[in-house]
């Protein structure tokens, strides 16, 4: 099928892949409560990896966008649409952090808190801050908001990256999925036994473009009618895999020499689980199968997990303000609880009264102003 017929294919809905979403958003939740009200022992360790929700987050990303993509589309639509999905529940999650974690007293040594800068918080406003290294500006404003800066720049670079991508056969958007992964366990290698060379400081937005790129070189092949069979038992395992892997490998054998391979890696191991994890759902859904992750209520937490990860941090460093460090131990399942109800009814306000709202106000006014130009050059041209 010719590249032009395939974009204008519709898509389906891929449902489960939502719901594997909130996964990664509440696995994200489980690793921030570590600062707070830590679990005791091998548990603990465990929750650590949680972090690499976010990696599930950026593969997900350039999947969805090319998986969604349609001809005709103006570049300028493309990106007011992307706009108005994130920046304005963004600015309401910042309004919500700023008193959280700022101050106009001096820091106490130690804490988390950060001098009131207005410079450094206007780069979160325009979501640029994760452009610099420093943690005080990598992390400033909404410390969970530095990864909407590489949303930004992945968001700007897809148009452009698509026209490459989409002239390209089944075969030629898995070489890219293979490029992209040699290319990113190349460079950790190079960081890790080459770090004289400086490639380090790379900005993270660039760090992590490959697992954008990955995504979207996945849903492209597929679109292209590749349809691998992965039984999405395996490709669900294979994240779980690399996480207790990487446990397995630090506890139980941490003379081994692959060890330091593993963790050092673990970022580029896990994307590509990421990827396996989505196309199998993926195909599988296109096979007419119905997974557990496409329930209602785990489609519906999906739909929130966008704005469940803009605040969950944020109130878990309020109950760390206000109740001071707890040590760990089994009964702090209990803050556990409490904080992912606070944090779940935020992320359904901030859904339902900004994101949603306002994301559909938006983009309606950009549609009709599509439809108004349309109309005026139909016109001209008539």
């Given amino acids: 099928m010719h590249s032009a017929s395939t974009l204008a294919q519709p898509t389906q809905r891929l449902d489960s892949l939502t719901g594997l979403r909130w996964w990664a ?25 949680g972090y690499l929700g976010v990696t599930f987050f950026f593969v997900l990303s350039g999947f969805v966008l090319t ?21 304005p529940s963004h600015m309401v999650a910042l309004l919500i952090a700023i008193p959280v974690f700022y101050t106009l007293a001096p820091v106490p040594e130690g804490s988390f808190l950060k001098p009131f800068d207005l410079g450094i918080l206007l780069l979160s406003v325009v979501v640029i801050q994760a452009w610099w290294s420093n943690p005080a500006i990598l992390f400033s404003g909404n410390p969970a908001a530095w990864t909407l800066t590489c949303e930004a720049f992945f968001y700007a670079l897809h148009p452009w990256i698509s026209r490459v991508l989409v002239p390209m056969a089944k075969r030629g958007a898995l070489l890219l999925a293979v490029g992209v992964v040699a290319y990113a366990f190349v ?21 992590r473009l490959p697992e954008f790129v990955l995504g979207m070189a996945l849903a492209w092949a597929i679109r292209s009618g590749w349809r691998p069979r992965i039984h999405p038992l395996i490709g669900v395992a294979a994240p779980v895999a690399v996480i207790l892997a990487h446990y397995a490998s630090g506890r139980f054998i941490p003379t081994w020499s692959v060890t330091p391979a593993i963790s050092g890696m673990l970022n580029e191991l896990f994307t590509v689980a990421c990827g396996i994890a989505i196309v199998s759902l993926a195909v599988h859904a296109l096979r007419g199968g119905r997974l557990w992750f496409a329930s209602k209520w785990q489609v519906r937490l999906g ?26 131990s089994w009964s702090n399942l209990l803050w556990f609880a409490a904080l992912f109800v606070v944090d779940l009814v935020a992320a359904w306000a901030l ?14 006014w950009k549609d009709d102003r599509d439809a108004r130009r349309r109309t005026r050059e139909a016109v001209a041209s008539a």
């Fill in 25 to 49: 958003a509440f696995a994200v939740f489980l690793y921030h409560m570590n600062v707070f009200a830590p679990l005791p022992g091998s548990v603990q360790s465990v929750l650590l990896n």
């Fill in 67 to 87: 998986w969604s993509a349609r001809p005709n589309v103006p570049t300028s639509t493309f990106y007011w649409r992307r706009f108005a999905r994130i920046w």
């Fill in 187 to 207: 460079y950790r290698a190079v960081v890790l036994f080459a770090p004289d060379l400086g490639l380090a400081a790379l900005p993270v937005p660039v760090q």
């Fill in 303 to 328: 739909e929130w997990s966008f704005a469940f990860y803009l605040v969950h941090a944020t109130f878990i460093y309020v109950a760390l303000r206000v109740f001071g460090y707890q040590p760990a």
């Fill in 351 to 364: 859904h339902t009264f900004v994101e949603r709202t306002l994301e559909k106000r938006m983009r309606r």
